[in-house]
């Protein structure tokens, strides 16, 4: 019999020989709240010890002295300098800091700083004078991550819920550009893989997302412009902005671990 884990709507599942090596103690996998997610994440696949006889790094040879260690992450096989850093892997529901590799870790790092600084921004919300398709007319709204992490809201005179699973495009605009010129920060169909293109350092002002109106297969444009009004209201839209650039990223980053 299988077991499962449910995030985003999406179910993840492993089989019985993978959950018997990876529930042992307070580090297995435990019930957690939904992290940021925009994809489909996969269940880890340990390697049987038979079709890893040496380390996937060094090739150092397993043996009485010499023992083999997972990497919770990606699932391959490490001697224990190889795979010797403990780091908290939430997105994967671990309870506690679990042993990876040194490339995973190096990920999971960055996904930590996330969780711990930028998801509470984006939680917490700010203004943006937002334009939906075509139109002229814009209206201020204050845009936030839902708390479960599954729905970008939308609140002003009107109100939108938007599936963070069925968003498609994100762009981050920068400050002196217009969209399609050099140095704006595009991160493109976020439910597929496609070539991604990041421009300079430049202060975020603004957003363009694309995403699928439920029960519709036509993508609905909405473009966020950073208010102007007060200093404060002017350097949380910024902070907001430099949050979702760093999420759109991060996921592609670690799209394929």
């Not at 300079?200 to 950073?226: C, D, H, W």
Request: proline share 3%; net charge positive.
């Amino acid at each position: 019999m299988g077991v499962a884990c449910r995030r985003s709507g999406l179910l993840i599942g492993y089989n019985r020989h993978q959950a018997e090596h990876l529930p042992g103690g307070a580090s297995g996998l435990g019930p957690c709240l939904l992290q940021l997610c925009m994809r489909r994440h996969r269940a880890i696949g340990l390697r049987h010890k038979e079709l890893c006889p040496r380390c996937m790094q060094c090739d150092t040879k397993f043996d009485f002295i010499t023992r083999k260690h997972h990497c919770r992450r990606c699932g391959k096989c490490f001697c224990d300098k190889c795979c010797s850093k403990k780091v908290p892997l939430p997105r994967m529901c671990f309870v506690d800091p679990v042993r990876q590799c040194a490339e995973c870790a190096l990920i999971s790092q960055k996904e930590t700083e996330f969780y711990d600084k930028q998801l509470k921004v984006l939680m917490n919300g700010a203004t943006f004078f937002v334009t939906r398709g075509t139109s002229e007319k814009s209206e201020m709204m204050v845009c936030r991550l839902s708390n479960n992490q599954r729905y970008l809201f939308l609140d002003g005179d009107s109100h939108y819920e938007i599936e963070i699973a069925q968003i498609s495009t994100v762009q981050i605009l920068t400050e002196g550009f217009t969209p399609g010129e050099k140095d704006i920060h595009t991160y493109t169909s976020l439910l597929e893989s496609q070539h991604i293109t990041e421009g300079g350092n430049t202060r975020a002002t603004g957003m363009i997302l694309q995403y699928k109106a439920p029960g519709s297969e036509e993508l609905v444009q909405l473009k966020f412009t950073a208010t102007e009004d007060f200093n404060s209201n002017k350097k949380l839209s910024a902070a907001w902005l430099a949050a979702m650039h760093k999420a759109a990223k991060l996921l592609y980053e670690s799209r394929d671990q």
